[in-house]
């Protein structure tokens, strides 16, 4: 399949004169999961609309109703790095270099920018929504961070919004993967509107009749009335947020250093189903991962998005080389027997001069030196 066929660009005709530009990934037996044609296709497109006086609004969306977009497809990577054991590879380079770049471009695209998160949001699909000005979750929506499970750490801005969350919650989402519901997501600010899934139509419908301009402050204004409105419509709640009734919880669990955590989660006893489940992702979870999650959510506030990306970049491409993302992705999406062997287990203090060796920048130049600029 090309890039063209999976990623479909359209345009829509509004009343007004102007255009919006809608994009949808169109992978939907994978579950819409981003390649590098697909990154590249986007960008292109984006970029394009960005400059063109004729696009007012842009609206990226996945085919199907499973997911929007459930991650990265990192089988490339993962077949690289174990031909070439404890060396960079050029795939994870480039791969993660444009991804962030797609992702930063929609994080400053400046006019409207919707994404319909609909079903499985997870992963880069999380870096692709994070950045939009509006982003809309439906009563399907089921948004997680998972990468301690494949042997990475919540990448694609994740060390940038997972730290602007409530309390604890971000650093909680990271180490324990769990899915967020509707209610989850606006209450962590992932989601910003909600509308039924069976209203998407009457979106495109309501997007078409805007009184669309060259003024991209009133065109911002104009969409966050109409999608207000379709909300209040919507006969669907989106429920209860499960984060924002145990807030007080999960900053008590997340709370001091991550040795601290770890026996605390080790000890701890339930009933909730959700807390289990999501302890269990943590206990079973990369323990290299579980220490870069925490060392993300301990990065200096101050630092812009374009650092945050540059400092992922670095934390990626030398998880694919000296982390335990290759085993990871074998567990999990090659030999599919679910049983990883990390490196180090849970109850292990991961070497100081590994973690540092995964966070030190491995070339002379850095690839995303330019972005920000």
């Not at 990468?147 to 994740?158: C, K």
């Not at 139509?201 to 003024?215: E, P």
Request: proline share 3%.
């Amino acid at each position: 399949m090309t890039s063209e066929q999976a990623v479909v660009f359209q345009t829509l005709g509004t009343a007004s004169g102007k255009l919006i530009g809608i994009a949808t990934l169109n992978m939907e037996k994978a579950l819409n999961a981003l390649n590098l044609d697909m990154v590249r296709a986007l960008t292109n497109q984006l970029m394009a609309w960005q400059q063109d006086s004729e696009i007012s609004c842009v609206v990226l969306d996945g085919a199907g109703d499973k997911a929007f977009c459930a991650g990265g497809d990192v089988r490339a990577i993962y077949k690289q790095s174990i031909a070439n054991p404890g060396e960079i590879a050029s795939e994870a380079e480039t791969f993660f270099s444009e991804e962030y770049q797609l992702d930063y471009l929609i994080h400053e695209f400046g006019k409207p920018f919707l994404v319909w998160g609909h079903g499985f949001v997870m992963g880069g699909g999380v870096g692709l929504m994070a950045g939009a000005s509006h982003r809309v979750v439906t009563e399907t929506s089921r948004i997680a961070m998972p990468e301690i499970t494949i042997g990475l750490y919540p990448d694609v801005g994740g060390s940038y919004f997972l730290n602007r969350m409530p309390g604890k919650s971000g650093l909680f989402l990271g180490l324990t993967a769990y899915q967020m519901n509707a209610a989850d997501a606006c209450y962590v600010g992932l989601g910003n509107h909600f509308l039924n899934n069976d209203d998407k139509q009457l979106m495109f419908d309501a997007l078409a009749t805007l009184d669309w301009s060259d003024d991209v402050a009133r065109n911002h204004l104009w969409l966050d009335d109409m999608l207000n409105e379709l909300s209040v419509k919507s006969p669907i709640a989106k429920g209860e947020s499960t984060l924002a009734n145990n807030q007080g919880l999960i900053d008590s669990l997340m709370a001091g250093n991550l040795d601290d955590i770890m026996v605390r989660a080790s000890k701890l006893e339930t009933d909730e189903k959700w807390l289990s489940r999501a302890i269990g992702a943590l206990l079973a979870g990369s323990p290299i991962s579980a220490q870069l999650v925490y060392e993300q959510t301990q990065l200096d506030s101050k630092l812009s998005l374009a650092d945050i990306y540059r400092w992922e970049l670095i934390a990626s491409v030398n998880s694919c080389a000296h982390g335990d993302f290759c085993e990871g992705v074998r567990a999990l999406l090659i030999d599919k027997d679910r049983n990883p062997k990390w490196k180090y287990s849970s109850h292990d203090a991961i070497p100081a001069s590994l973690m540092e060796k995964i966070t030190t920048m491995p070339w002379e130049i850095h690839p995303l030196q330019q972005l920000g600029q």
